[in-house]
């Protein structure tokens, strides 16, 4: 199991280098495809067969970036919510919100379904945290040369910064140029823009993407800190019926956990801010 740190720093120095092209795929994979991929990832869930989740997972990654097809916003939501269960099943929490916060931006009036977490799950706080998230300012995308960028399916001028999207690039006959996944705080794939101007100041610098998830972050864990203090005064609470104290010590447990993962993610992403902008 990796990291929630591991996990962000990975995912940096993967959108960091160059995305692989569409030219360098086998074949322009349909989305379809990769639809019908991510409802077997689903299904795995469900069954709790999870040798064929990550499975669907692998090979739903792989196809992404070999997409010969425009995706919708219901398309990037659904693949939010596969990475939502895969960090889920790491105990990724932080992961976890992020990948629902994901699906929210791309689909805000998603449901999380009982059958992918019943009541009480420890999963559904990871989604009712996702929820109340705040989100951070989104940041302006330089207009490419040619074509247009989607954000997560929709055609954007703007991203976010504190949560996973999906990028798109399309030339000026709606052919697909590039399609990646971009974690929280990530660099934007690279393609060419109007007015693209390179920073020539000297010295170390802050990214500011990175510190805003930092910030972020740290709001995120002392909240989520003081609403498992708040559930485990309420589990010893003598009043509490005897019927509610299951329900309460998962909450109480995994918002404890939500609250070390985001904390954790919080110092990794300051340090990443400090890293990336003197690089």
């Not at 030219?23 to 990832?41: F, H, N």
Request: hydrophobic share 45%; proline share 9%.
């Amino acid at each position: 199991m990796s990291s929630p740190t591991l996990r962000l720093f990975a995912g940096l120095a993967l959108t960091g280098a160059a995305s692989p092209a569409l030219a360098d795929c086998p074949e322009p994979v349909p989305v379809r495809e990769l639809s019908q991929t991510v409802s077997l990832g689903d299904a795995a869930y469900t069954a709790m067969d999870e040798e064929a989740f990550n499975a669907a997972q692998a090979d739903a990654a792989r196809m992404l970036p070999c997409l010969g097809e425009e995706m919708t916003s219901a398309n990037a939501a659904s693949y939010h919510r596969l990475q939502a269960l895969g960090a889920f099943l790491e105990r990724d929490h932080a992961g976890t919100v992020a990948s629902f916060r994901a699906v929210l931006g791309a689909a805000p009036g998603y449901v999380l379904p009982e059958d992918l977490a019943p009541p009480n799950h420890p999963m559904r706080v990871d989604f009712e945290v996702a929820q109340g998230a705040v989100s951070a300012p989104l940041q302006p995308l330089p207009r490419p040369r040619t074509g247009w960028v989607k954000v997560d399916g929709r055609s954007d001028a703007e991203a976010p910064v504190d949560r996973p999207w999906v990028f798109q690039h399309l030339d000026n006959d709606g052919q697909v140029v590039n399609t990646a996944l971009v974690p929280p705080g990530g660099a934007v794939p690279e393609y060419a823009s109007r007015g693209r101007v390179a920073s020539a100041a000297a010295g170390p610098r802050l990214s500011v993407p990175l510190a805003v998830t930092a910030g972020v972050a740290t709001v995120a864990s002392g909240a989520l800190f003081l609403a498992a203090r708040g559930s485990e005064a309420t589990f010893w609470d003598p009043t509490t019926p005897n019927a509610d104290l299951d329900g309460l010590r998962t909450r109480t447990n995994t918002l404890g956990w939500l609250s070390a993962g985001v904390g954790v993610v919080a110092v990794g992403a300051g340090a990443g801010a400090v890293i990336s902008g003197t690089w």
